[in-house]
Nanobody
Framework: QVSLVESGGGSVQAGGSLRLSCAAS????????MGWFRQAPGKEREGLVT????????VYADSVKGRVTISQDNAKSTLYLQMNSLKPEDTAMYYC?????????????????????WGQGTQVTVSS
C-alpha cells in the first residue's frame, strides 16, 4: 500500500528557508514519478516540481524556479524540497504526490489530477 508522509513545514519569516520531507513506502521509490505541489486557501493546487526518481531533470514551476530544489534519498525512500528565500505568497499546504509513470514530467507539473497518491500535507506559513 502506497504511503506518503510529509513533514518539515512550519512558520518562518520572509527570506527564510525550510526543508520539507516526504517519506514514501509501498512502491519502488527509486523508479517513480513524483512531485511537490501546494495549495493556498481559495486557490487551486499548484505544481511546484516534478521528477522521475530514476534519473532525468526535474521540472520546476516558474513561480519557484531558482528558490526551491528537489532531491531524494533512495536509502531512506524520502523525497525532499529545499525552499529558500521564502515569501509570504509561499504560504500554503504543501503536498508530495506520486503518479503512474507514462506522462511527461512537464504534464504532471501542470495537471495535479494525474497524480494517483497524495500525502496529508504539511503547512508552510511565511510572515512578512
Amino acid at each position: 500500500q502506497v504511503s506518503l508522509v510529509e513533514s518539515g513545514g512550519g512558520s518562518v519569516q520572509a527570506g527564510g528557508s525550510l526543508r520539507l520531507s516526504c517519506a514514501a513506502s509501498g512502491y519502488r521509490f527509486s523508479s517513480a514519478c513524483m512531485g511537490w505541489f501546494r495549495q493556498a486557501p481559495g486557490k487551486e493546487r499548484e505544481g511546484l516540481v516534478t521528477m522521475y526518481t530514476g534519473g532525468g531533470t526535474p521540472v520546476y514551476a516558474d513561480s519557484v524556479k531558482g528558490r526551491v530544489t528537489i532531491s531524494q534519498d533512495n536509502a531512506k525512500s524520502t523525497l525532499y524540497l529545499q525552499m529558500n528565500s521564502l515569501k509570504p505568497e509561499d504560504t500554503a499546504m504543501y503536498y508530495c504526490a506520486k503518479a503512474r509513470c507514462g506522462y511527461g514530467t512537464g504534464e504532471l507539473l501542470r495537471r495535479a489530477d494525474l497524480m494517483d497518491y497524495w500525502g496529508q500535507g504539511t503547512q508552510v506559513t511565511v510572515s512578512s
